[in-house]
């Protein structure tokens, strides 16, 4: 279900259409890389359009969902 509403985002986010960022200058931000259906796009967490917000927030789920503490084995 979560991969379903990833692709969906992506889909929506139409990453064709996101102009390339200018020059990093966060120290202490996120970069991201993100290749999907032939587009690659590079970009610090402060340039993330709103409409990409939905493909980060359903990737840092479905990151959290298989980080989750292993159960103490006794």
Same mark, same amino acid.
């Given at each position: 279900?979560?991969? #379903?509403?990833?692709?969906?985002?992506?889909? #929506? &986010?139409?990453?064709?259409? !996101?102009?390339?960022?200018?020059?990093?200058?966060? *120290?202490?931000? %996120? *970069? %991201?890389?993100?290749? %999907?259906?032939?587009?690659? !796009?590079?970009?610090?967490?402060?340039?993330?359009?709103? #409409?990409?917000? &939905?493909?980060?927030?359903?990737?840092?789920?479905?990151?959290? &969902?298989?980080?989750?503490?292993?159960?103490?084995?006794?």
């Amino acid at each position: 279900r979560r991969i #379903r509403s990833l692709q969906q985002s992506l889909s #929506r &986010a139409d990453l064709g259409s !996101i102009p390339p960022a200018g020059p990093g200058g966060c *120290a202490d931000c %996120y *970069a %991201y890389d993100l290749r %999907y259906g032939g587009h690659h !796009i590079e970009l610090e967490e402060v340039d993330v359009p709103a #409409r990409l917000r &939905a493909v980060f927030d359903t990737l840092d789920a479905i990151i959290s &969902a298989h980080l989750a503490a292993p159960t103490a084995r006794g």
